[in-house]
């Protein structure tokens, strides 16, 4: 079920949505909105709920609350699935590895943001949050060469039908080519969101761009591309949002000294 979009929403009562372990209020009152958040723990978390005039209200103990003022009495509300602003450091849960001259595509899937925002304001963005809480990791030969990134577990599929869906996960296609002469084996993937699209397929599933890392022998680095079209992306999707941060397709990334290692 898709949960972003457009929501005409009632002054002065709250509505609720849920998208696995985020839980959201708001409330659009006269010139100001209040929003009311709440994260879980459950990454696994399927969770859907969209309720635009909820008979409930946020729990004050639970949930974090805030206020914001605007120069009209705006009761439309747009909720929108961004990537996020960091790469992520993908480890599988189980080790993986990748034979000399072969190549694999792992599927991999990373949690998504919600943007909030009202719905005929020009910038007037509410809310720009993560569906869970995210921990933080660095990426690079040492502290003062390197990158902060976000860490997560992954199953790292190797068929697409082994990818359980959920509403607050972007699915990523990452293909990788071994041209080294030795087994590779897969500790860490880079997932570099920020440099990608995000997309919808049609029944409603987040998709990413895919990602091409290619090894070559006897180098610690990969040429990263992201192959259009790509056999592993569903042949129609809906372009959601372009990438926050693009990179030219063909750059050389650090990726395999902490990526395969």
């Known amino acids: 079920m898709k949960w972003w979009g457009k929501y005409t929403l009632t002054k002065n009562r709250w509505a609720h949505w849920r998208v696995g372990p985020f839980s959201l209020y708001a409330k659009p ?16 978390d399927s969770s859907l709920l969209l309720d635009a005039a909820s008979a409930t209200e946020p729990d004050a103990e639970t949930y974090s609350f805030s206020r ?22 993908v480890s599988p849960e189980q080790p993986l590895f990748l034979l000399a001259g072969q190549e694999s595509v792992l599927y991999v899937s990373t949690i998504v943001w ?58 990523t296609p990452v293909e990788i080519r071994n041209d080294g002469a030795g087994i590779l084996p897969i500790e860490q993937l880079r997932v570099p969101v920020p440099a990608l699209s995000l997309y ?55 990726a395999f000294s902490k990526l395969l290692s």
Request: hydrophobic fraction near 30%; charged fraction near 30%.
């Open 114 to 171: 919600i943007q909030a925002g009202v719905a005929n304001g020009d910038g007037n963005v509410l809310l720009d949050a993560p569906t869970i809480r995210r921990s933080d990791t660095w990426f690079g030969d040492n502290t003062r060469q390197g990158e902060l990134c976000y860490s997560t577990k992954t199953s790292a599929r190797t068929e697409l039908g082994d990818v359980q869906p959920r509403p607050h996960r972007a699915v």
């Open 29 to 44: 009152k006269d010139r100001e909105w209040h929003v009311a958040i709440w994260q879980n723990t459950d990454a696994q």
């Open 68 to 89: 914001y003022a605007i120069g009209s009495s705006e009761t439309e509300l747009e909720l929108k699935p961004r990537l996020g602003d960091r790469p992520f450091i």
């Open 200 to 254: 919808s397929d049609d029944n409603d599933q987040l998709w990413t761009d895919a990602v091409c890392f290619v090894r070559q022998e006897g180098e610690d680095s990969a040429a990263m591309t992201t192959p259009e079209p790509s056999a592993h992306l569903p042949g129609k999707r809906t372009l959601i949002e372009k990438p926050r941060v693009p990179v030219e397709t063909g750059t050389i990334v650090k």
